[in-house]
């Protein structure tokens, strides 16, 4: 121990000093050194976490890999393409409308639609028409043409799961007769009409690339009710939600 008088001396010349003195903590200059190199350290730590975390918000937005059928591949795909946008809704409904609606002389067969119809419809079209064998066998055309299609939101309960549209198209049938002479000739009529269909929305497949299916469909009778219910739809948007 040392006598920190005017005259130092030691008091006992038996305690011998340590061989090797602390660094930190031995003076307040060593608390101060200690506080700088934690606080280098922290904000090493906040750099870290705030660059893992912007590389964690890119991966999740990052769009997934889709395996396809090409010699095994990984390719990087967006999923632009399985967004149901005006034209897709529109090309949908104009392609099975027509192979629906679409009657030739002897021919309705509807195999193709079983990815894009439900069985129950297409059970119904076949039946309603068999019960017409007679104006096939006359030779009786029926095209079914698309125009116009809008959104609507059918208050009915029951059909609150599925995606409801309503079409306007043409019918026009073109009836093969033989006149007085002995000659076929074609007689034409047409007609603007109608028609409510209702769509399931579904994962988009190979076999169903749109992802909808029609669950169900009517004809609107009147034409009080077609003006009704087309003034009070929508049109399609930008996307299908």
């Not at 906040?46 to 890999?65: G, H, Y």
Request: glycine share 4%; aromatic share 12%.
């Amino acid at each position: 121990m040392w006598n920190n008088s005017s005259q130092s001396r030691v008091t006992d010349p038996s305690f011998a000093l340590p061989m090797k003195r602390r660094v930190l903590f031995e003076y307040f200059e060593d608390v101060q050194i200690a506080n700088t190199i934690l606080s280098i350290l922290i904000g090493i730590l906040a750099l870290a976490l705030l660059i893992e975390s912007i590389v964690l918000i890119l991966i999740f937005r990052r769009p997934p890999s889709i395996l396809a059928e090409d010699s095994g591949y990984v390719m990087w795909r967006t999923t632009e393409v399985f967004r149901l946008k005006p034209d897709m809704i529109k090309s949908y409904l104009e392609t099975i409308g027509a192979k629906m609606l679409t009657i030739q002389p002897g021919a309705y067969h509807l195999d193709s639609l079983v990815h894009h119809v439900y069985p129950h419809v297409i059970q119904v079209l076949q039946l309603k028409v068999g019960e017409n064998e007679s104006r096939i066998q006359r030779k009786v055309r029926q095209l079914w043409t698309f125009l116009e299609a809008k959104r609507y939101q059918d208050p009915t309960p029951a059909y609150q799961p599925y995606r409801c549209f309503i079409v306007r198209a043409e019918k026009s049938f073109y009836e093969e007769t033989i006149n007085d002479s002995g000659n076929p000739e074609t007689r034409a009529t047409s007609s603007i009409v109608y028609y409510l269909f209702y769509l399931e929305l579904l994962r988009p497949t190979p076999e169903n690339p749109w992802g909808l299916k029609v669950w169900g469909f009517r004809e609107i009778e009147t034409e009080l009710e077609s003006k009704k219910i087309w003034e009070s739809s929508s049109g399609l948007g930008e996307e299908l939600k």
